[in-house]
């Protein structure tokens, strides 16, 4: 569902932030991305929605070469990748519906379909009964299940995630972490940047490592990736 083959992130001539990056992951695979500040975790995540492009080698989001895509065709691939971020961005001056239903005005789906698809969502992060509220009504564990629901509204195919738990407890982490189980058990590849080292280890999946911008662990090897 999401590959790269050989990629090279270079943002100047001397300061390459991705350098020969190989792996796949495939669908409804849950795996985390880690590494120190600056190895190059959130390149590899703007390589995949597309808000960058490598420097060399190739990223394919289900199949499709984003390289080579036409400008006009990001929107369209965009909405394939939910995004969840550290301090989730929603709008306070909304409501926990508005703010779920916003990916979807972009679609011109009808009203009767936005209703149904918020509903959806909200009663998978466990938040049905709080739609008519404000963002700012709610914990800091809701605000980001909230974020979450945005993010599947659309029912993506591939969730990203950036440091998802950064200001949240142990106790709501594993919650927050649950759900993306959950997202994955439906099929969804999600890819999770995190930094805790801790909650990475109690959830026993695969684990993407940079250092300093190579992937030295958890990567899928150049010769399996291509059956040989
Ligand atoms: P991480 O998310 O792991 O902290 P980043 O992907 O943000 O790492 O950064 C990887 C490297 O690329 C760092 O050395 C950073 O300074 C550099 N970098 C990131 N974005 C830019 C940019 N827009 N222009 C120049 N250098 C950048
Ligand atoms: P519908 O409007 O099609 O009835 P539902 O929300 O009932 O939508 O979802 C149908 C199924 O699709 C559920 O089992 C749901 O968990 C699953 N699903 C697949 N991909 C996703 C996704 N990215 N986000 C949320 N649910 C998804």
Redesign the pocket.
């Known amino acids: 569902m999401i590959e790269f083959r050989q990629v090279t992130k270079r943002y100047d001539s001397d300061h390459t932030a991705l350098r020969q990056v190989n792996f796949h992951l495939n669908r409804g695979e849950l795996a985390f991305l880690t590494g120190h500040s600056g190895a190059g975790k959130s390149t590899l995540l703007k390589l995949i929605m597309v808000m960058e492009r490598p420097t060399a080698g190739e990223v394919l989001v289900g199949g499709q070469r984003l390289n080579s895509m036409p400008r006009r065709q990001i929107p369209y691939i965009r909405r394939h990748i939910?995004v969840v971020f550290q301090n989730h961005q929603l709008l306070f001056d909304r409501t926990v519906f508005d703010n779920v239903a916003m990916p979807l005005h972009v679609t011109g789906a009808s009203p009767d379909?936005i209703g149904?698809?918020v509903r959806?969502?909200l009663?998978?992060v466990g938040l049905l009964s709080k739609e008519k509220m404000n963002p700012m009504q709610l914990s800091g564990g809701e605000q980001q299940r909230v974020g979450i629901a945005r993010a599947?509204?659309?029912?993506?195919?591939?969730?990203l995630a950036d440091e998802p738990t950064g200001n949240l407890d142990p106790e709501l982490s594993a919650d927050i972490m649950q759900l993306f189980t959950?997202?994955s058990?439906?099929?969804?590849t999600v890819l999770i940047a995190s930094h805790d080292i801790g909650l990475i280890n109690d959830m026993g999946r695969r684990t993407l490592t940079l250092d300093h911008g190579e992937l030295v662990a958890g990567g899928t090897p150049w010769g399996e990736q291509h059956g040989l």
């Open positions: 939910g379909a149904r698809r959806a969502a009663d998978k599947v509204v659309n029912k993506p195919p591939v969730l959950q997202f058990q439906v099929g969804v």
